[in-house]
């Protein structure tokens, strides 16, 4: 039973313009979601929150949209680079459960330049 | 400020003995999370461990698994007679203190990738 969607298992986009990573999720007792990008061999790396309370967060060149009603989120990245070629995860927190997290199975992102 | 640090980077094991996995939170942090990642696959929780107990073990195999965060020193996760199946990245994270909100983020280290022959 995946509670977290990224139903796209890659997206290849040019530099400049914009990249749309789209996450779904089933569970709606979670209230905290995040963004984190991998590079190969490496660990996660937090890009970006978004509590259930708001419907979008912005942080320089990333916006996080968050629509509850359609357990939808979406990370947008303006504009790309090539350095932004990752792996992108999405992952969910339960309200009133313990702090783990609850992965997607990632959204390989190729910039092109 | 040195981040979440895992070792060994890498483990080579045979089928039936033991794997030790250590991970040193980043500092000021007393929360720590072990994930584990199979190919093509998400992470996926493990235990959740504060110092000297464990607060969510949910995600963990019952048996050959364990994982402790003592007073003093790294979180250990431990294997015991590993399996092929047990070949993964395992990946640790830590977080702060919790505000009342409870939502701290979580850093996660560079993983340590394990290769049971």
């Known amino acids: 039973d995946q509670q977290v969607k990224q139903n796209s298992p890659s997206l290849s986009v040019q530099e400049g313009r914009i990249s749309i990573l789209n996450c779904d999720y089933t569970?709606?007792?979670?209230?905290?979601f995040l963004w984190y990008k991998k590079y190969p061999a490496e660990g996660p790396t937090f890009l970006i929150s978004?509590?259930?309370?708001?419907d979008k967060n912005e942080d320089g060149r990333f916006t996080v949209f968050l629509n509850k009603s359609a357990k939808h989120l979406s990370l947008h990245i303006v504009p790309s680079q090539p350095g932004d070629s990752a792996v992108y995860f999405c992952?969910?927190?339960?309200?009133?459960?313990?702090?783990?997290?609850?992965f997607g199975k990632g959204t390989k992102l190729t910039v092109n330049p | 400020n040195a981040g979440v640090m895992q070792n060994p980077r890498h483990l080579v094991r045979r089928r039936g003995q033991e794997a030790r996995l250590r991970c040193s939170p980043m500092?000021?942090?007393?929360?720590v999370y072990w994930y584990r990642q199979l190919p093509e696959e998400g992470l996926k929780f493990m235990v959740y461990?504060?110092?000297?107990?464990?607060?969510?073990e949910s995600g963990m195999p019952k048996e050959r698994f364990s994982a402790e965060f003592p007073k003093e020193g790294p979180s250990i996760l431990r294997i015991q007679q590993v399996v092929r199946g047990d070949s993964a990245a395992y990946f640790c994270?830590?977080?702060?203190?919790?505000?009342?909100?409870?939502?701290?983020?979580?850093?996660f280290g560079p993983g340590t990738r394990l290769t049971v022959l």
């Open positions: 461990l504060q110092k000297e107990n464990i607060i969510d």
């Open positions: 978004i509590s259930s309370i708001k």
């Open positions: 994270a830590s977080s702060p203190t919790l505000g009342t909100s409870g939502t701290d983020t979580q850093y």
């Open positions: 569970n709606s007792m979670f209230d905290y």
């Open positions: 992952a969910a927190r339960r309200r009133g459960g313990s702090e783990k997290l609850v």
């Open positions: 500092k000021g942090h007393s929360h």
